[in-house]
């Protein structure tokens, strides 16, 4: 007789429900055991139920019977082998869905290990990108450094060489007496492009005579501009080195460079002139020819206002215009102010094309007023047109052309009109930073 102590486990409890059985326990080897068991112990009871418990070799085997026996075992063991291939089959999604579990937490730690990674990746992206900022302010840093040794040395020899000058003139002043000598010997009339070009030619026999004296002037000047330009500094950069040394000019040299700039010896000279607008506070007032032409004048003070306030006047009206012209509902650009030193006088600058300009001069008594700065009307018509031609050709460093053909003037009821016409787009020298 077969003992039950044969199962490898414990036997288990009454079963409500197929729901209740604890699949986890059931395992392929379990389930092939079981198999095996069943069949031991099912085996020697169908051959008792077939022999009726006694056997007796002797006797003939019934078929009808083992025909029975036979659906017998067929039924009872297909049943239980297709109840062992359920289990194993669900034993195998299980061990599937085990498998599926276990792949998705180790790619959620796969995930997890990657999304670290970028993070650490991210960081060390941005610690690389402020290494390299610190990299590029510390190169920057000796770059201004390097330059500011350069500079102020530059700048040293340039001192000593004007203590030099000074040093040699009997007045103490070197470029003081040089603009005196000048003024002197130029003595020349006629149209404005005409002054200008014996301006110049006066100023190379100037510069011959005292070569030995003004070259190495020059020289360092140009040096001091040309080390800032070729710089790896920044614009804004570049022009507070500029601005420095131009703050240290003073107007008798700024009067030799304006008309250096404009003779053979300054053919690159002028190109720095005008990149760092290097002669801003030259008075017009301070160019020969331009000085001849204000010899009525009654009031330095008040033309030296009205220079200013008109040379504000054009640049803030060409500023407009650049801006707006490009506007559907543009007409022209306009600006007016009331001069400060007569407030009765209103001036007005207006443009409507880039190469056109008109000034204008407005009051009920236009004439008594002007007849304030200058002697008559006709010498101040004659000073805004030589002063409007200097702002636009002159300091420009344009070719020279015909004053008639560039600026007229006229006298209206209450008004004195300026008219100005360029064959380019009329502009002023203004600084870099703005």
Request: aromatic share 14%; proline share 2%; charged share 25%.
């Amino acid at each position: 007789m077969f003992s039950l102590n044969l199962f490898p486990f414990r036997p288990l409890r009454k079963i409500e429900s197929v729901k209740s059985i604890n699949l986890k326990i059931i395992n392929a080897d379990l389930i092939i055991k079981v198999c095996l068991i069943l069949f031991i112990f099912i085996v020697p009871v169908a051959i008792l139920f077939l022999w009726r418990v006694t056997i007796d070799t002797s006797l003939t085997v019934d078929s009808a019977r083992l025909g029975t026996f036979g659906d017998f075992i067929g039924g009872l063991f297909g049943s239980i082998w297709s109840l062992c291939g359920v289990l194993l089959f669900y034993y195998a999604l299980q061990e599937q869905r085990a498998d599926f579990s276990v792949n998705q937490k180790a790619l959620d730690k796969q995930i997890e290990a990657l999304d670290m990674q970028i993070e650490e990746f991210k960081l060390q992206r941005d610690e690389l990108a402020q290494s390299r900022q610190v990299f590029i302010e510390q190169s920057k840093t000796l770059k201004q450094q390097r330059m500011a040794s350069i500079y102020f040395s530059l700048l040293e020899l340039y001192q000593k060489i004007v203590d030099r000058l000074n040093g040699q003139c009997p007045q103490g002043n070197y470029f003081k007496t040089f603009r005196s000598e000048f003024d002197r010997r130029y003595n020349f009339s006629g149209d404005y492009s005409a002054c200008r070009t014996h301006a110049d030619y006066l100023y190379t026999d100037f510069y011959n005579d005292r070569k030995e004296e003004l070259s190495p002037y020059f020289k360092i000047v140009y040096r001091i501009l040309r080390v800032v330009d070729k710089s790896d500094l920044d614009e804004s950069e570049k022009f507070e080195f500029v601005t420095m040394f131009r703050s240290q000019l003073g107007e008798n040299e700024m009067f030799a460079m304006y008309y250096n700039s404009h003779s053979v010896f300054g053919e690159e000279f002028y190109r720095f002139v005008l990149r760092f607008n290097l002669l801003k506070h030259l008075p017009a007032l301070s160019k020969v020819e331009l000085a001849r032409s204000a010899r009525g004048v009654r009031s330095t003070s008040k033309l030296l206002h009205l220079n200013r306030e008109l040379a504000l006047a054009i640049q803030d009206c060409v500023t407009k215009l650049s801006s707006n012209i490009m506007q559907d509902d543009f007409d022209e650009a306009r600006c007016a102010i009331w001069l400060s030193f007569n407030d009765s006088v209103m001036l007005v600058v207006r443009a409507s094309e880039v190469n056109e300009l008109t000034v204008e001069f407005d009051s009920e008594d236009i004439e008594g007023r002007i007849c304030e700065i200058f002697n008559s009307v006709e010498s101040f018509c004659m000073y805004g047109q030589r002063f409007l031609y200097d702002i636009f050709i002159c300091s420009r460093y344009l070719p020279k052309i015909e004053e008639a053909k560039f600026v007229s003037s006229r006298i209206e009821a209450g008004k004195i009109v300026f008219n100005v016409t360029g064959a380019a787009k009329l502009t002023l020298n203004v600084d870099r930073e703005n």
